[in-house]
């Protein structure tokens, strides 16, 4: 019999009633089967918490086969960034995000784009496998995709190194092998995919200023748009980093002066410029979460190395999204008045 536990959370009654009848050992559990695979979709999935735990779930299952849980949860994620950006790229209903297209399901020379029978898929080449056992390899379904996915991870084997080359002969990019495998760095690091928390850059407790000023022009460099937001803070003002994320740049630039960039797990890119110093604990590749100190207010930038003070103390602070082709800056002042909200409430 199904446990009480189990049978309460079949939403399923015309199945369970099935079950309960009889009918055959295989029938029956086969029906067992697909209820149990329908739990994470009927059941109280209400919190961000259960969906979290749900999708780690999947991710967990490929520990015999080696394959790491932070690996597939991180391509996950990385296209789950992407479809909340791109219009063009549909959201994948269920738990998980990641989407094969036709070619790499189905097989590029599969006369049939969306082909759903593990044999002919098997023939062309294809991706697709039948992960849940009901002969159908469909894409629709998180456990065959996940399955697909593992298997093509397999494949290349089980290391980080291996990990990018099979991120690299997947998406054909740079930027999404880096920004996949930063995303995969800090969920092993964190042991949770729960990385969503944010903070204003400069602790609250110390006296700034600042206001929506995107898109307005430079003073320096030529031609360009501001895109950021300039907070006005005296120098040696501690600037915290705002999300989870990776070092993936520091030093040197000729407009930012000194400055560090911050790969997170939304696919953003978070770069505080005119910095006076840095952090001395803070190096690239290193990982922060909201509130690490990665430096101090200056006024450096706008010429060659070393340059300072043309300009007052603040800092420049842009978030940059990459979107699967290319990346672009958004107005970072909406979420700057939320962080600092959320930062004051806090204290
Ligand atoms: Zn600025």
């Given at each position: 019999m199904i446990p009480i536990s189990l049978r309460m959370k079949f939403d399923n009654s015309v199945m369970l009633m099935a079950y309960l009848k009889g009918g055959s050992t295989l029938y029956r559990s086969f029906l067992l089967i697909v209820g149990l695979l329908l739990i994470p979709i009927n059941g109280l999935a209400s919190s961000e918490e259960d969906i979290v735990e749900q999708r780690m779930s999947y991710y967990t299952q490929f520990e015999e086969e080696l394959i790491p849980w932070h690996f597939l949860a991180a391509i996950d994620q990385y296209e789950r960034n992407l479809q909340t950006v791109r219009k063009d790229i549909p959201k994948r209903e269920g738990f998980l995000a990641i989407q094969f297209s036709d070619e790499y399901w189905s097989g590029a020379l599969n006369p049939e784009k969306n082909d759903t029978i593990p044999e002919t898929i098997c023939y062309f080449d294809?991706?697709?496998?039948?992960g849940n056992g009901d002969g159908i390899a469909s894409r629709q379904d998180d456990t065959d995709v996940i399955v697909s996915m593992a298997h093509y991870l397999s494949k290349f084997g089980t290391t980080d190194e291996d990990f990018k080359l099979a991120l690299w002969e997947y998406y054909g990019s740079e930027e999404a092998v880096n920004q996949i495998f930063a995303i995969a760095n800090l969920y092993q690091h964190f042991k949770t995919t729960l990385l969503d928390a944010h903070t204003f850059?400069?602790?609250?407790r110390y006296d700034y200023s600042y206001k929506g000023t995107w898109g307005a022009s430079r003073?320096?460099?030529?031609?360009?748009?501001?895109?950021g937001t300039d907070i006005f803070a005296g120098y040696g003002t501690p600037v915290v980093s705002t999300s989870y994320g990776v070092v993936e740049v520091k030093g040197w630039n000729q407009f930012g002066g000194w400055r560090i960039g911050i790969r997170d797990n939304h696919n953003s890119y978070h770069y505080y410029a005119h910095l006076g110093s840095y952090h001395k604990d803070i190096t690239v590749g290193d990982i922060v979460e909201p509130g690490t100190v990665l430096g101090y207010v200056g006024s450096s930038g706008y010429g060659k190395e070393g340059t300072s003070g043309k300009f007052p103390p603040h800092l420049h602070y842009g978030i940059y999204k990459f979107n699967g082709r290319s990346q672009w800056a958004f107005d970072p002042y909406p979420s700057l008045l939320q962080w600092e909200r959320q930062a004051k409430k806090a204290t």
């Open positions: 294809g991706m697709g496998m039948d850059p400069i602790p609250t003073g320096w460099g030529g031609r360009r748009i501001h895109e």
